[in-house]
């Protein structure tokens, strides 16, 4: 069974950075497309952005464009979601997950990760 596991959320004032981890250490994550989604409390899951297996990203929330970006290193078989100015719109739980073609709806991933708390507040 997969098992994927976010981390590097937590709390960050306006205009501040972070950058988020999926990693899966009993599999290799190659032959996946790698989403990352996010969810605010009273919210759908909204998709954020998408990398394809050959690092070829999508950027699905208009309202990230420009901030975020996402990356794959696939010799320590992890995938990245680097956020820059954060807003407090960003407020949100992230998860990372898995599928054979990127999407920006839920349903068409399998695995998921615990997802990670990323609150901007100051």
């Known amino acids: 069974q997969l098992q994927l596991v976010e981390s590097g959320g937590g709390l960050v004032q306006p205009g501040g950075s972070l950058r988020l981890s999926c990693a899966a250490s009993k599999f290799t994550l190659d032959y996946y497309v790698i989403g990352w989604f996010r969810q605010a409390p009273g919210k759908e899951r909204e998709g954020v952005s998408c990398i394809s297996s050959s690092g070829v990203p999508t950027t699905y929330a208009d309202s990230v464009k420009g901030r975020f970006s996402i990356s794959r290193d696939k010799a320590k078989n992890t995938v990245f979601l680097q956020m820059n100015s954060l807003k407090p719109e960003d407020t949100a739980v992230y998860y990372c997950?898995?599928?054979?073609?990127?999407?920006?709806?839920?349903?068409?991933?399998?695995?998921w990760g615990q997802g990670t708390q990323v609150t901007v507040s100051s």
């Open positions: 997950a898995t599928a054979n073609t990127c999407s920006r709806y839920a349903p068409a991933f399998g695995s």
